[in-house]
């Protein structure tokens, strides 16, 4: 039987927490949730190919989920400035159509790097700074910058430990890593993992993204994110709780994950009155800060 060691600390005993088409793993020490990713892109791959309807509802999901990014980048963003200086140049990992860079812009230099051509033409049009291509194959390092984030791109990205590393070289002394990916300490999340159990694959499925063209590879927490971070001469600086999903594109996003009329107006009910408290102890989707160590306390 399959056993992957954890990627973060190396824990060769992962507990299998899941069966999604895909064994879910969880480790017992750094508590990191991940797949077997090479398993997890030829899964993908096989149902993306095939299947029109699937790319259909990914681009529709990606659409309903404007309004959140917006909200969510506005907050990044104000945070940022409590410890970032107007003019403070950044790059951001996997830009998309370049939502963040538009309103970071406004007081920063940031340019992107984007894997996906039909999102990489987008944001070129718009006149942004933004290089087609992989993280970190298409980075050119000869560039140092105040900070990098990772908007919900972090958890998609197969070599966690070359991800860290590129960003450690590329960033100036005492220069900002900005993490916001969706957390498995989050309500939506245990309640998935808790109807998984009870034998409901398909919301677990769906914060896994599986069958789509980015499938998530981990579910980060604070203690795994935090170990990941130190052992690559990083510390955490701050933590900022992000939304989920906004209430405009929260109908849109569950119609386009085709759940049934009855069962999504259920959810759409529940999720509204139940939300905002649960979600202000266990948020799902959450901005990590951390700093790069000042060389000379190594
Ligand atoms: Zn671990």
Request: one cysteine or more.
């Amino acid at each position: 039987m399959e056993n992957l060691a954890c990627p973060v600390c190396g824990c060769d005993k992962p507990k299998k927490i899941a069966d999604i088409g895909i064994t879910v793993f969880r480790c017992p020490d750094c508590t990191l949730e991940y797949v077997n990713t090479k398993k997890m892109f030829e899964l993908c791959d096989v149902v993306t190919k095939t299947s029109m309807k699937n790319k259909q509802e990914y681009t529709d999901m990606l659409k309903s989920l404007e309004p959140l990014r917006i909200s969510n980048n506005k907050k990044i963003i104000d945070r940022m400035s409590s410890f970032l200086p107007e003019e403070s140049n950044g790059l951001e990992v996997g830009c998309a159509v370049g939502l963040f860079l538009e309103q970071a812009n406004k007081k920063y230099k940031v340019s992107g790097i984007e894997p996906m051509e039909k999102s990489f033409e987008i944001s070129k049009s718009k006149g942004l700074d933004v290089v087609h291509g992989y993280f970190p194959g298409n980075v050119d390092f000869s560039k140092k910058y105040d900070f990098v984030i990772f908007n919900d791109v972090f958890e998609h990205i197969p070599d966690i430990h070359s991800v860290m590393s590129s960003c450690q070289n590329l960033l100036k002394d005492n220069g900002f890593l900005l993490i916001n990916l969706p957390d498995s300490d989050g309500i939506l999340h245990k309640i998935s993992k808790l109807l998984c159990r009870l034998g409901d694959q398909s919301s677990l499925k769906r914060l896994w993204q599986l069958g789509t063209e980015s499938p998530h590879l981990y579910y980060f927490n604070s203690r795994s994110l935090d170990l990941l971070n130190e052992k690559h001469g990083f510390h955490r600086t701050g933590f900022l709780k992000l939304d989920s999903f906004s209430k405009n594109g929260l109908s849109k996003r569950l119609a386009a994950i085709s759940m049934g009329k009855i069962r999504t107006y259920i959810y759409n009910i529940g999720l509204t009155l139940l939300f905002p408290a649960l979600r202000a102890m266990y948020s799902d989707t959450n901005l990590y800060i951390y700093q790069k160590n000042n060389s000379m306390e190594k």
